[in-house]
C-alpha cells in the first residue's frame, strides 16, 4: 500500500475521493463519508472517560478519530503489518495501545471492563460463525450497561446489491453479505441488546452499503426485594 500506485488512485476515483489520503482505507470513501459515521455512532457513546476497545483496528483510520475522545483505546487486529502502519498513524496519540490477535477471543483480564467497542468496515469480510463468535466477545468484555458499535454488509440496500453484483464469490478479502434480520438473530443469540440502527442513505458509501448497529451488554438487575408476610387479619 503506497499513495502513488495506480490501483490505488484507480479506487479514489472511482468512489469520487480527493486523492489526498494518509492512512489505509482512506482510498474506500470519500472525505467526510468516515467522519459521518463517527460522529453518529460512536462519539454520541464516548467521553473521556470511556475505556474503549477497536476491533480490526486496520491502518489507524477510525481510531485517529476516536482517540481524542476516550480515556483509552486498544487497536486490537490480526495483522502485525496493519498495526505497524496504525502505531504510525497514532504516534501522537499517547492514550492509544495496541493487541496482535491471533485467534478470536481476548484475555480473559479484559472480561467486563470495557465502555465501549466498535468494529466498523470489519465484520464485513466475516461468515457468521465467526461474527458470532466476536459478539460473544464483545458481550464478555463489556461492562455491564456497556455499548458496541458494529457494520455488517446488507445485501438488500441498492449499495449492498450492487457490490454483490460486482463480486463473483466470498473470498477473505470480500464481502460477506448479511441481512438486518440475521444480524439481529445473532445480537440476540449472543446475549446483546440492539439500541440503534442506521438509516440507509444513498449519499454515505457505508449508510448506502450496510448495517450499522448500536449493541448494548444489558445492565445488570438489581434483586427484587424479599416479599414481606402478609400481615395476620386475626381471623380462624
Not at 70 to 82: G, N, Q, T
Not at 83 to 111: C, G, H, I, Q, W
Not at 157 to 177: A, C, D, I, L, N
Not at 189 to 201: A, H, Q
Request: glycine share 8%.
Amino acid at each position: 500500500w503506497r499513495e502513488d500506485q495506480p490501483w490505488l488512485q484507480s479506487m479514489i476515483d472511482s468512489v469520487g475521493g480527493s486523492g489526498n489520503i494518509s492512512t489505509v482505507g482512506d482510498e474506500w470513501a470519500p472525505p467526510g463519508h468516515l467522519e459521518r459515521i463517527v460522529d453518529e455512532f460512536i462519539r454520541p457513546f464516548v467521553n473521556a472517560e470511556t475505556v474503549a476497545l477497536e476491533i480490526g483496528s486496520g491502518g489507524g483510520r477510525v481510531a485517529r478519530c476516536v482517540a481524542p475522545h476516550v480515556a483509552s483505546l486498544c487497536c486490537a487486529d490480526i495483522s502485525e503489518k496493519m498495526l505497524t502502519r496504525a502505531k504510525v498513524a497514532l504516534e501522537e496519540s499517547p492514550n492509544v495501545t495496541f493487541m496482535l490477535l491471533t485467534r478470536p477471543s481476548f484475555p480473559p483480564r479484559l472480561d467486563a471492563t470495557l465502555d465501549f467497542i466498535y468494529a466498523f468496515d470489519v465484520f464485513v469480510h466475516m461468515d457468521l460463525h465467526l461474527l458470532f463468535k466476536y459478539l460473544g466477545e464483545m458481550r464478555r468484555l463489556l461492562k455491564p450497561g456497556g455499548r458496541a458499535f458494529m457494520s455488517t454488509a446488507n445485501l438488500l440496500t441498492p449499495g449492498g446489491w450492487q457490490r454483490f453484483e460486482r463480486q463473483s464469490k466470498f473470498t477473505v478479502g470480500g464481502f460477506y453479505f448479511l441481512s438486518p434480520e440475521i444480524v439481529n438473530s445473532l445480537i440476540e443469540r449472543s446475549g446483546l441488546r440492539l439500541v440503534m440502527t442506521g438509516p440507509e442513505d444513498a449519499s454515505n458509501v457505508y449508510l448506502s452499503r450496510d448495517y450499522l448497529t448500536v449493541l448494548e451488554r444489558p445492565p445488570l438487575t438489581p434483586p427484587s426485594p424479599p416479599q414481606q408476610p402478609a400481615p395476620d387479619s386475626g381471623e380462624n
